[in-house]
């Protein structure tokens, strides 16, 4: 089995690497930092890719190296994004805006359009790793919601246009996982999901070639939940809400 995962130098990424790599997974890894992708990829069979999926160019080096030193992927993995806190209302976030934008949209066009005429041979799978935050705006997040929400949406045409090719697309919406992108959060955050589970449920997702899901199953009814409840009562619930800092660790 062959994969390529993005964001695979901390978090979900990683874990995914190590899911497959326990498989015996010939691995592509991804990744802005060198060093997290060497800490990933410690005792696995995996090449190294540094490259930012804002970076079209680099995305399309690093799939063409993929392809020419393993072959076809069987499986490609967009887990590569940006969590922030945003306010419209301050000119330094207009910016911020853009990177998550940038990262967690085009930066799923960039890691699959490299791979897709190759992919048709083997009838493969294109996953992304979109977020329950992408079901509703959550205030001081408008960001990340929109870019999920985007990302949801994007995925469901990109399905729909290679079903005919035999490539599945399979959109994965995790609740909370046990990331530093989560560790920074001030609020509780139930259900919450270790990267290992997380990337176990992704797996099982890839493996049946499920069109959308969210992740853990209790986090599904939350996701049906506040997708239909009305807006006087999704503003009375959720105004007031604790917020994402505006800024990442270092």
């Known amino acids: 089995m062959r994969v390529f995962i993005t964001g695979a130098s901390s978090g979900l990424g990683a874990a995914l690497a190590r899911h497959y790599g326990a498989l ?31 970076d079209a160019a680099a995305m399309q080096d690093a799939a063409a190296a993929f392809l020419n030193d393993v072959g076809v992927p069987d499986i ?6 940006i969590s922030i806190g945003t306010l419209t209302e301050e000119a330094a976030d207009a910016p911020v805006f853009r990177a998550v934008m940038d990262a967690n949209v085009l930066g799923l066009v960039h890691t699959f359009q490299p791979f897709i005429a190759a992919m048709q041979s083997n009838r ?10 992408g079901v509703r705006g959550l205030p001081g997040g408008g960001a990340y919601s929109a870019s999920k929400a985007a990302a949801t949406v994007y995925l469901e045409a990109l399905r729909l246009e290679l079903k005919a090719r035999g490539i599945a697309v399979v959109t ?10 989560t ?14 589970a997380a990337a176990a449920g992704v797996a099982r997702c890839i493996a049946r070639r499920r ?23 999704y503003d009375l619930i959720f105004e007031k809400a604790p917020r994402k800092p505006r800024s990442l660790p270092a």
Do not use: E, H
């Not at 994965?172 to 992108?181: E, K, L």
């Open 76 to 81: 490609v993995i967009a887990a590569a994004g």
């Open 211 to 233: 069109s959308y899901t969210v992740i853990p199953w209790q986090m599904a009814w939350v996701a049906r939940v506040m997708k239909w409840l009305p807006n006087r009562v």
């Open 172 to 181: 994965v919406a995790p609740g909370y996982i046990d990331t530093p992108m």
């Open 24 to 54: 015996g997974a010939q691995l592509g890894l991804a990744g802005r930092r060198l060093q997290g992708l060497q800490d990933t990829a410690a005792g696995l069979d995996a090449r190294l890719y540094q490259a930012d999926v804002r």
């Open 124 to 133: 493969g799978v294109l996953c992304a790793i979109s977020s329950v935050a």
């Open 183 to 196: 560790r920074v959060n001030p609020y509780a955050m139930p259900f919450k999901m270790s990267a290992p």
